[in-house]
């Protein structure tokens, strides 16, 4: 790769030692062989490994003219969708798009808001409330076809849309993302007739960003997806078990996490400088808690906004209970430039900054915040992009999945099933009296 995201592990010297890190470099290289022979646990889902590299110019093609239609008669696009089916769209559209852009009257790209994510009945309400009168679409993305929230939004937004624009037209602006064979959304979709794609069986929710369940709200938004692929595609190559240790930044970075957590750092928190890669931590929680979080094992993700959480989560990470390490989101070079100004009278005391860039001054803040948390007991990890766009976007959701695999198989899980998410389910549809589940409704009931 010519340029490339950088892993910076240094910070965590003195937590753990660059011995630590060796010694179980062998282990990492064999998690990572372990996952492209498919001898692991959870082998039927790693479709995901190989994705970037195998996605066809004919499938991004096709992806690109389903945007384009959408992009053409919607002003607004409804992506309807919770966890995997919707976190990995939000975090790549937020860390790409002007941020004000969706407040814009002639903005070029749709506004992309989200539904089925949250049973919120104000916010289904006011969700369409801000539809009405305008020219909407929907993209369902369920990969059972089955999960209680979406389902449940997009009956109510399918209503809304049907009776906007009549059921013929509103066929053309819904596209169903699902299993190629199975469930509801699919059986729904085929007899309605809407253009169809598939989640590979072999992928799942949290590892399907790089599928059509990600790419098509992506390109929507207006971003571009072969620039996504083709970074991922080379963090693929590059996080091979042939590539060596010390070159293999996921090895590594699954390595350090490991050793910290060995160490009692249990949990890791995910910082940034940039508003807008918000998301990608949101990505990143589900990601990782959802795939390491089992058999009473498992780092706790959180993350935090700097430099806004400094002035409330920073007092925490910097005098808490020191079971905490930090990997840092950095952004080397921003895409735009703005300078502190001179003012005349300098009431606020800022003219020392004057003609620095407003970045230098974030540059520093990050800085002096990693010095002083290190300093406080909390090892730092960074991840440098040399800058925010999709080709380096697309390196790191790569880096992250590749090095999300091998953790979990040092940690000894399965990552990539979740039992635990069916327990507060079984206990829903318990209450709600769901046909088929009347033996646990009269046991819950005794409960409460
Ligand atoms: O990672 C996962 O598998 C989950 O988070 C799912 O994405 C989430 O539960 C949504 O499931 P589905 O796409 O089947 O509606």
Redesign the pocket.
């Known amino acids: 790769m010519n340029k490339a995201i950088k892993l910076d592990v240094s910070k965590t010297l003195g937590f753990i030692s660059q011995n630590d890190i060796n010694a179980q470099a062998a282990l990492a290289k064999k998690c990572n062989e372990t996952l492209h022979n498919g001898t692991g646990k959870g082998n039927d889902f790693l479709g995901w490994l190989n994705l970037p590299s195998s996605i066809t110019a004919e499938q991004l093609k096709d992806i690109q003219q389903t945007a384009d239609t959408l992009r053409a008669k919607c002003e607004v696009v409804v992506l309807v969708?919770?966890?995997?089916?919707y976190l990995g769209s939000k975090a790549v559209i937020d860390s790409l798009s002007n941020y004000f852009d969706w407040l814009q009257k002639d903005r070029k790209n749709p506004v992309i808001v989200y539904a089925g994510n949250n049973i919120g009945e104000d916010y289904l309400v006011e969700l369409l409330e801000y539809l009405n009168g305008k020219s909407f679409g929907i993209i369902n993305?369920?990969?059972?076809?089955?999960?209680t929230e979406?389902a449940l939004s997009f009956r109510i937004l399918k209503g809304a849309l049907e009776k906007a624009v009549g059921k013929e037209e509103a066929k053309s602006r819904i596209v169903a993302i699902t299993d190629a064979a199975r469930g509801a959304l699919f059986t729904l979709a085929t007899n309605e007739g809407y253009k169809k794609y598939v989640i590979p069986d072999n992928v799942?929710?949290?590892f399907?960003v790089l599928t059509p369940v990600g790419l098509l709200p992506i390109a929507i938004a207006g971003i571009d997806i072969q620039q996504l692929v083709a970074g991922a595609a080379d963090m693929e190559k590059h996080t091979t078990p042939e590539v060596p240790f010390e070159q293999n930044l996921a090895e590594q970075y699954a390595v350090v996490r490991n050793e910290l957590y060995k160490k009692g750092k249990k949990i890791e928190i995910l910082a940034n400088y940039h508003p807008k890669l918000h998301y990608i931590a949101e990505w990143w929680k589900?990601l990782y808690g959802?795939s390491e979080g089992k058999e009473h094992k498992g780092i706790f993700n959180a993350s935090v906004d700097f430099t806004a959480d400094l002035h409330s989560m920073g007092q925490w990470i910097q005098e808490g209970e020191r079971t905490i390490f930090e990997t840092v989101l950095s952004i080397e070079k921003p895409n735009k430039s703005l300078q502190v100004p001179t003012d005349g009278e300098n009431l606020d005391g800022l003219n020392f900054l004057a003609g620095k860039q407003v970045d230098f001054v974030n540059k520093m803040a990050e800085l002096g915040t990693q010095l002083a948390h290190v300093d406080g007991g909390v090892p730092n990890i960074k991840i440098s992009l040399p800058e925010l766009n999709a080709y380096y976007i697309g390196q790191l959701l790569y880096f992250f999945e590749k090095a999300c695999g091998i953790s979990g198989y040092i940690l000894g899980v399965n990552p990539f099933d979740?039992p635990g998410?069916e327990a507060y389910k079984k206990n829903m549809f318990a209450l709600l009296g769901k046909p088929g589940f009347e033996k646990e409704t009269e046991e819950i009931k005794k409960r409460i």
């Open positions: 969708g919770i966890g995997g089916s993305i369920s990969k059972s076809g089955t999960t979406p799942g929710g949290r399907s589900q959802e979740q998410v």
